[in-house]
Nanobody, 126 residues
Framework: QLQLVESGGGLVQPGGSLRLSCAASGFPLNFYAIGWFRQAPGKEREGVSCISSIRGITNHADSVKGRFTISRDNAKNTVYLQMNSLKPEDAAVYFC???????????????????WGQGTQVTVSS
């Protein structure tokens, strides 16, 4: 059974950076599309970034384009979300998720994913 564990969250000032990690066990991570999602209090869970299986095609929500980068280290079976120029509105619990999609694309729609991690808190505040 695929298990995902997020880490790397914390408190950062506006304009700062964080790198989140999504470590997988139970199956090679590059066989799956991996998505990062976030949920702020009182809001719906929204897709942030994703990376497709095998080919590693990436996709980002407009709100994070140019600031967030998703990448994968197959040797470590880990997907990363590098977050730069953080804003207060980026504060949320961040989740990674795994789903089965084509190698040529990935979706940031939560319905495309069926295995989820427990989340890691990101706080952006001065």
């Amino acid at each position: 059974q695929l298990q995902l564990v997020e880490s790397g969250g914390g408190l950062v000032q506006p304009g700062g950076s964080l790198r989140l990690s999504c470590a997988a066990s139970g199956f090679p991570l590059n066989f799956y599309a991996i998505g990062w999602f976030r949920q702020a209090p009182g809001k719906e869970r929204e897709g942030v970034s994703c990376i497709s299986s095998i080919r590693g095609i990436t996709n980002h929500a407009d709100s994070v384009k140019g600031r967030f980068t998703i990448s994968r280290d197959n040797a470590k079976n880990t997907v990363y979300l590098q977050m730069n120029s953080l804003k207060p509105e980026d504060a949320a619990v961040y989740f990674c998720a795994a789903g089965s999609t084509s190698q040529a694309m990935c979706s940031i729609n939560r319905s495309s994913y069926d295995s989820w991690g427990q989340g890691t808190q990101v706080t952006v505040s001065s």
